[in-house]
């Protein structure tokens, strides 16, 4: 569950959000998030130590509906799904054929995942700060509200209007960077993506 917070900036729930139609915005990154209901996309995970050095690479995709809901699957290296149906978020690793299930409400608590999954407004948890551009993105800086959080910052690079990476530092300073493609905002996902029912004779950790 460590992995999973990290990776959900949503590190993030993904939640990783308004139709934006002018480039010329540019003002806070909260209008994104703040009024897109649905996102889809396919991602990168790398996951850097301090010395900026790779210490895992995985890839997937994601699904994000709020509130509260949101699936990720992991198809390399291995295969982990992650789906969070409103109530609860459940953890399947197929390798080691074991779910972990917490209440949503729980893990919420987590900046990262307030971000993605609540109906929150981004600037109620986040100090932002634009950064300016770097590598052909402009960059803002999300620095939790929360006094006592599972992350350092988060930072969030746009083309234009379109997010296209997201970089959150946890309070170990590992850098767990998110690179997003096929990105669609406000597409019509169907329920079945949210609802998630254990397989017959696979251990359950948690309260189901």
Same mark, same amino acid.
């Given at each position: ?25 540019? +003002?806070?990154?909260? +209008? ?21 050095? %790779?210490? #895992? ?16 699957? *992991?198809?390399?290296? *291995? ?17 080691? #054929? ?27 948890? &986040? ?15 999300? /620095? ?15 083309? +234009? ?22 990105? /669609? ?10 609802? &998630?029912?254990?397989? %017959? ?5 948690? +309260?189901?």
């Amino acid at each position: 569950m460590v992995l999973f917070i990290r990776v959900l900036l949503i590190r993030l729930s993904f939640a990783l959000l308004l139709i934006i139609t002018s480039p010329a915005w540019a +003002d806070q990154p909260s +209008d994104y998030f703040d009024n897109v209901r649905t996102l889809q996309a396919t991602f990168i995970q790398t996951v850097l130590n301090e010395s900026g050095q %790779a210490l #895992e690479q995985s890839s997937g995709e994601m699904y994000m509906q709020r509130p509260g809901r949101f699936r990720w699957e *992991y198809r390399a290296p *291995y295969s982990q799904l992650i789906v969070a149906d409103g109530e609860r978020i459940w953890l399947y690793d197929l390798d080691l #054929e074991q779910i972990t299930v917490r209440k949503l409400d729980e893990t919420l608590s987590s900046a990262p995942l307030a971000m993605l999954g609540s109906d929150a407004p981004l600037a109620s948890a &986040f100090n932002i700060t634009p950064l300016g551009q770097r590598d052909g993105l402009s960059w803002y800086d999300l /620095k939790p509200k929360q006094a006592e959080s599972e992350v350092s910052f988060i930072r969030l690079g746009f083309a +234009d209007t379109d997010l296209q990476v997201l970089e959150v530092e946890d309070n170990l300073r590992r850098l767990t960077r998110l690179e997003l493609s096929q990105v /669609k905002r406000n597409p019509t996902l169907q329920e079945q993506l949210f609802i &998630f029912i254990p397989p %017959a004779g696979v251990d359950v950790i948690g +309260d189901s």
